[in-house]
């Protein structure tokens, strides 16, 4: 699993992150830690998901987890994302059928 910083616009509040490789419980706290990082003073938060090889349930949580607060916060969150047809499949039967559906709401401006 990699975890980049693309876009780190101060000024504007702007953090822009792509993931690659697998995404699992094993690696999730390296994903919070390098979160926790910059998060707090981001109003406006893209992570892309497109070039990773595995999701689990403990990702999703972690995601879901920032969706909510970002939407709690009135903030705005993309995920982009591409899952297998695995992974798709892991989520459905966790109830989950759409993760960008899930994961990629409006927030209210």
Do not use: W
């Amino acid at each position: 699993m990699n975890i980049k910083l693309k876009i780190n616009d101060v000024k504007n509040h702007k953090c822009e992150y792509d993931i690659t490789g697998e995404i699992s419980v094993q690696n999730v706290s390296a994903i919070m830690a390098e979160f926790a990082k910059k998060l707090p003073d981001c109003t406006d938060l893209t992570i892309n998901l497109r070039k990773t090889d595995g999701f689990d349930t403990a990702a999703f949580q972690l995601f879901y987890s920032i969706k909510n607060s970002f939407v709690r916060d009135k903030k705005q969150l993309k995920v982009t994302c591409e899952l297998s047809d695995e992974t798709t499949a892991l989520l459905s039967h966790c109830g989950i059928n759409n993760l960008a559906e899930v994961l990629s709401i409006p927030t209210a401006a």
